[in-house]
């Protein structure tokens, strides 16, 4: 199989496979309170920090991917993956799925395509630093971790679907896209991580009544909008 650039034939390719670069906002839903993360490491130590998640509704990501188009209709997305960073929040996204794509021209340079696609989904906190200075260590229930950690995170793992529909300009050198996507959640997984150690966010996250908190939160909402560009190469 033989593989060539658009622009080197100066033509558009009925099949090709295309890499993308985007920009895109994720939405996000937050719990919509102050949260505070506190910890008894060891009887003279509280590990603390505040979560500021109020407001948090979005969060802009760049992303990068490989699709194959085949013949008229076929689409697959090989890989996609993003990364985005808002209010001390990080978010990276990994997906693939399948398509069908439809010109609306004779040319077929103006194409409606739609997907369906898996995706894992890593949305982050970080909650500091924490060091040691009574010679105790910490202790996270029931672990040693030493008189030191760094970066003790909020994290919530995401597996989900989404289906996307998006319009894409051809043109010889470069394409161009936009898109929009419908997430839908199937599992979600929160923790506090202390990089050795784990604890469920019900041990360690609490309102400012100090009540504890359960859970969602920060989540990955039910939007995704890209606008990129993408570099064929025909086959």
Not at 79 to 91: D, E, F, K, M, R
Request: with cysteine; net charge neutral.
């Amino acid at each position: 199989m033989t593989v060539i650039p658009d622009s080197a034939a100066n033509r558009i390719f009925p099949d090709f496979v295309g890499i993308k670069l985007w920009a895109g906002d994720y939405s996000i839903k937050n719990i919509n309170e102050n949260v505070n993360f506190m910890y008894v490491a060891n009887p003279y130590f509280t590990m603390k920090h505040d979560m500021n998640v109020v407001g948090l509704n979005n969060i802009p990501n760049l992303g990068l991917g490989v699709e194959e188009d085949i013949g008229k209709h076929l689409l697959i997305n090989f890989l996609n993956i993003s990364l985005g960073y808002i209010q001390n929040t990080w978010n990276w996204n990994l997906g693939c799925g399948i398509g069908y794509s439809e010109s609306l021209n004779k040319s077929r340079t103006l194409r409606l395509r739609a997907s369906a696609n898996v995706y894992y989904e890593d949305i982050s906190y970080r909650l500091g630093s924490y060091y040691d200075t009574t010679g105790l260590g910490f202790n996270i229930n029931g672990v040693s971790i030493g008189q030191s950690v760094k970066n003790v995170k909020y994290v919530n793992n995401i597996f989900g679907t989404n289906l996307c529909l998006d319009l894409l300009y051809r043109r010889p050198k470069f394409d161009y896209f936009i898109n929009v996507s419908y997430n839908y959640q199937l599992s979600s997984t929160e923790k506090i991580n202390f990089y050795y150690t784990k604890l469920a966010v019900d041990q360690a996250l609490y309102d400012d009544s100090g009540n504890t908190i359960n859970g969602n939160v920060l989540n990955l909402g039910n939007y995704i909008i890209q606008i990129g560009i993408m570099r064929d190469f025909g086959l």
